[in-house]
């Protein structure tokens, strides 16, 4: 039986509020001379996709809304992080990549990935040999994270002759592979593969799958005879997102159940895996640490009290952004913007949020409503 790290909990709300209605090197620290009782209560996270951005363009006034979460000085007023199940890239380089496009100066703790999790997993894989898997930086990814013997699937299936059978009807120029310097390919082929994890949505399909199969159903040494399953982790289970298309694109999820129908029929065990990303209530406590030690940068992260009365999901995605909050509870409060995977004149039957707006920039003007908090900084 498949093992997943959450479980599809729906609840129903029957609220449905529908609203309508300068700095471009800023700092990320909240003032250090503001007193405790002039911090605020509240904080923000932002799906980014659909949400903050289209593709690489700015949506929904995101640019205007987010510099109204800064005082006249350009310090952090209001905390917030971006919480997405996107990924691919380490958070420093995304951090850099928002900071050009929105104009504004974002540090790489503000940004929440979908594979941001498997930090966590340092400890357990740190020196075992282990693939990544997706588009960007995948194998960079976790060695920031501290994983050290480590490679993608592109450098790794490239030590395997023959291993993708349709490597010559492939037209597009492949790129350069790894640092230059090539392990030996005896190393690498008989290197057991003890862990996958796929980062980000996977570009050839064919190959990842081809190879994949051949690495979990081997136990680890494609070629060889059957063995134990590896592990295998994926970054989230979005089965669509919006990108800069009219339409909805197929996510992680669609690959991950292509994998897993393949895997299950020529394979006598079912596929196991675990599955991070949001809506697991898990990445909601997560992002709620993360932005406590924004509020109190200046105190050790051990002396972070519990400050919150709230914090608001800022989505686009009804079965991701605001499941995940409900199912996380208080204190978390759910806005549905229409700028994305979302775009009813009602709030969402199945999993309805506290409130729907149209953008972002709304849904800043209502939580700076709500907090009583100034609503131009």
């Not at 190879?211 to 289970?237: H, K, S, W």
Request: charged letters at 25%; aromatic letters at 10%.
């Amino acid at each position: 039986m498949r093992h997943q790290i959450f479980r599809i909990a729906s609840q129903k709300r029957s609220r449905d509020c529908i609203l309508r209605p300068f700095f471009d090197n800023v700092t990320r620290s909240l003032s250090q001379n503001s007193s405790q009782s002039e911090r605020p209560s509240f904080g923000v996270a932002f799906d980014i996709d659909g949400v903050i951005l289209l593709g690489h363009t700015p949506v929904g006034g995101s640019p205007r809304a987010l510099r109204r979460l800064y005082d006249d000085l350009g310090a952090l007023k209001i905390p917030y992080v971006f919480l997405t199940n996107g990924g691919g890239f380490p958070e420093s380089r995304r951090a850099a990549e928002l900071s050009e496009i929105l104009g504004i100066n974002i540090l790489p703790s503000q940004v929440i990935q979908g594979h941001s999790p498997f930090k966590q997993l340092v400890n357990r894989f740190e020196n075992e040999f282990v693939i990544a898997v997706g588009k960007g930086e995948p194998a960079a990814v976790m060695t920031e994270y501290g994983f050290k013997n480590v490679l993608s699937i592109d450098e790794y299936s490239s030590y395997f002759d023959g291993i993708d059978p349709l490597t010559p009807y492939k037209m597009w120029t492949a790129r350069e592979i790894g640092n230059g310097v090539k392990t030996e390919r005896g190393d690498v082929v008989s290197k057991r593969v003890q862990a996958a994890f796929v980062l980000s949505d996977p570009v050839d399909w064919s190959r990842d799958i081809q190879v994949l199969c051949d690495v979990l159903r081997t136990g680890g040494l494609p070629g060889r005879e059957m063995g134990d399953q590896p592990y295998i982790y994926f970054a989230n289970d979005d089965l669509e997102y919006q990108a800069n298309f009219p339409t909805e694109r197929l996510g992680m999820a669609a690959f991950r159940i292509a994998l897993e129908a393949i895997y299950n029929r020529i394979h006598c065990n079912p596929l196991v895996y675990t599955s991070y990303g949001k809506p697991n209530p898990l990445v909601f406590k997560n992002a709620e640490k993360v932005l406590g030690s924004l509020l109190h940068r200046d105190k050790p992260s051990h002396h972070i009290p519990e400050q919150f009365n709230t914090l608001y999901m800022v989505g686009d995605n009804p079965k991701v952004d605001i499941r995940g909050a409900q199912q996380a509870g208080a204190p978390w409060f759910s806005i549905l913007t229409r700028t994305g995977v979302f775009k009813g004149k009602q709030n969402h039957q199945e999993f309805p949020a506290d409130v729907v707006v149209d953008t972002v920039e709304e849904a800043v003007d209502f939580i700076l409503r709500r907090e009583n908090a100034p609503l131009t900084l």
